[in-house]
């Protein structure tokens, strides 16, 4: 479908410091090669819950439960000279609760498959408590404000990618983070609580503080909406795209004519956008 809206493509970003994710000595050579992992007629076959395997983190108290998605070839907790992606992806206010599954309704399953087709990569999608929220704000207001502090949830989310980056070959380089309505919240906001972490940042459907436009500077950032949204309305996406404008940020938004709020899922399906968020790195 043809955009509304695409403006700014990005021009090529100097190298950054890398931190946060340096378990292990990384050189470029040993990322996975560009290929599929497995038959593609057997990749589009699989389910979420094949994909994907239940697990718990715990810190201070706090259970975080998460899908995870590991590479395919079953040697990527014990090789070490291959690193791999980890795309982290944050779902929405309709997935939330304890069972650990409804995370897979929407995002996760075309990021798996896609990234089995082309090497793979971890694959991460944790699940926010019914009645919490990724970011604390207040959803009524028209204008979002940047909380000085990341919700409970959100730091939890912080701590697990600490934890998966300490204990897997993850490429430090190559750390993207992704999500859908209040997910897409979430993405504007974490991206601000690690900086200097992620190599791209692609929200959908979300809403964020544009009055904190500078923060994304440096960050390749795609980001989508449908002009009809009755869910989470268009104009913050609108405003935060004039905002990185004039803050200097490159960026690229997309806005779906005559576009509901599901607008992820012709997103997700696109695969010169997943090409886009996979093929940037710090």
Not at 201 to 218: Q, R, S
Request: hydrophobic fraction near 40%; glycine fraction near 8%; include cysteine.
């Amino acid at each position: 479908m043809k955009c509304l809206s695409v403006r700014h493509l990005f021009a090529a970003l100097a190298a950054l410091p890398l931190a946060g994710c340096l378990p292990y000595s990384y050189t470029p050579q040993t990322r996975p090669a560009d290929r599929p992992v497995a038959e593609v007629s057997a990749i589009d076959a699989m389910t979420g819950e094949q994909l994907t395997e239940k697990r718990e983190f715990v810190k201070d108290g706090y259970t975080l439960r998460y899908r995870l998605h590991k590479p395919a070839d079953g040697a990527a907790e014990v090789d070490k000279a291959v690193r791999y992606p980890l795309v982290l992806f944050l779902h929405g206010a309709g997935e939330r609760g304890d069972d650990n599954t409804r995370t897979l309704v929407h995002g996760v399953v075309p990021l798996c498959k896609y990234a089995m087709k082309h090497g793979d990569a971890f694959v991460v999608a944790p699940q926010c408590p019914s009645g919490k929220k990724w970011v604390d704000q207040d959803w009524s207001v028209p204008h979002m404000r940047r909380p000085a502090t990341p919700s409970r949830e959100m730091q939890a989310v912080c701590d697990l990618l600490d934890e998966l980056c300490a204990t897997l070959p993850v490429d430090p380089a190559r750390i993207y983070v992704t999500g859908i309505s209040m997910g897409g919240f979430g993405t504007w906001d974490i991206v601000t609580r690690k900086p200097d972490f992620f190599a791209a940042a692609m929200p959908i459907c979300g809403g964020v503080d544009e009055t904190a436009a500078a923060l994304y500077k440096g960050l390749p950032l795609r980001f989508f909406h449908g002009s009809v949204d009755g869910a989470v309305p268009v104009e913050y996406s609108r405003r935060m795209d004039k905002a990185l404008t004039a803050a200097g940020a490159d960026h690229l938004y997309t806005e779906y004519p005559n576009v509901n709020h599901d607008c992820w899922t012709r997103t997700y399906a696109n695969d010169q956008v997943l090409a886009w968020l996979f093929g940037q790195s710090r």
